[in-house]
């Protein structure tokens, strides 16, 4: 009998904002971060009313984490102190490795209209939070779209198999292993998904709603599941469901984080403070 993962944790995401004004809605973050280890925080962005969005996230720093930009509507500008300047539009995707240290910035290029994606913040093992900061622009065409049964799916980062297939992402080879596919239904029906033993997982519906394994527990739209770490994940989803799913092997290591600094002790974290307060952060 093939053995399911289940249900640890249902979470509501909740109304917050960050930058300058920005609303969201945080499904994960804060305290108590080592049950999403290898991640650090999920949030989802999404308005039509360009009041909600239009001051962005001007110029500021991390250290010690990656972060994962994932737009479904609108367009963002990134710019940073290594003269990186990149462009997302609907469907890219945004990889930054801050590493040791990046100072950047994220505006809306749009006064109008809808603007929706999601941040997915991953955090580095201690052995790579002080090399150099890297970013990566994906093009939506470039990531991979796998049609399995009646379902379609975005593959982001990660080696998984789905109902039996090999799904490939476009990320991958990363010490955390991260797994993150955007998935659609057209249909109700079953997903089964291989994910190795001891690894995290989380499931995130943005759009319908749906179930996890024999669990009579109903996700709905903005909630986000997090799982039991052994077995297969199994999504019974209706016709019309968006969800994201995201995998990854746990660090293990101590999490101090204060904003946007994520390190292992108090002192690095005031070290991360001090070099940005006396102008040598990078």
């Excluded at 009998?1 to 609303?23: H, N, P």
């Excluded at 650090?40 to 984490?65: A, K, N, Q, T, V």
């Excluded at 292993?177 to 109700?188: H, Q, T």
């Excluded at 746990?250 to 690095?268: A, K, L």
């Amino acid at each position: 009998m093939t053995v399911l993962r289940t249900i640890e944790e249902v979470i509501q995401a909740c109304f917050t904002s960050d930058g300058d004004g920005v609303k969201l809605k945080r499904a994960f973050g804060g305290p108590n971060l080592a049950r999403f280890d290898p991640y650090l925080m999920l949030d989802e962005f999404g308005s039509d009313e360009p009041s909600d969005y239009i001051g962005g996230f001007p110029s500021h720093p991390h250290r010690g984490f990656e972060t994962i930009t994932y737009m479904l509507n609108g367009n963002m500008e990134h710019r940073d102190h290594m003269n990186n300047l990149g462009k997302l539009g609907p469907g890219d995707v945004q990889w930054m490795k801050a590493g040791a240290g990046v100072v950047h910035s994220e505006m809306p290029q749009q006064e109008e209209g809808l603007m929706r994606g999601f941040q997915l913040w991953l955090n580095l093992p201690a052995a790579e939070k002080m090399t150099p900061a890297t970013y990566n622009d994906i093009k939506a065409q470039d990531i991979p779209t796998y049609p399995i049964d009646d379902v379609i799916i975005k593959a982001i980062a990660g080696n998984l198999a789905v109902n039996g297939k090999a799904v490939a992402g476009r990320v991958t080879g990363l010490t955390t292993d991260p797994g993150y596919l955007d998935v659609a239904f057209k249909n109700a029906s079953l997903l089964t998904i291989d994910i190795p033993a001891g690894y995290s997982a989380m499931v995130y519906f943005y759009e319908g709603d749906g179930r996890i394994g024999n669990q009579d527990t109903v996700l709905k739209k903005t909630q986000l599941a997090r799982l039991s770490d052994t077995g297969a994940l199994a999504i019974h989803a209706g016709a019309g469901a968006k969800l994201l799913v995201i995998t990854g092997k746990p660090i293990n290591e101590p999490i101090v984080q204060h904003g946007p600094f994520v390190m292992n002790s108090v002192d690095e974290v005031e070290q991360a403070l001090r070099q940005y307060n006396e102008g040598s952060f990078v």
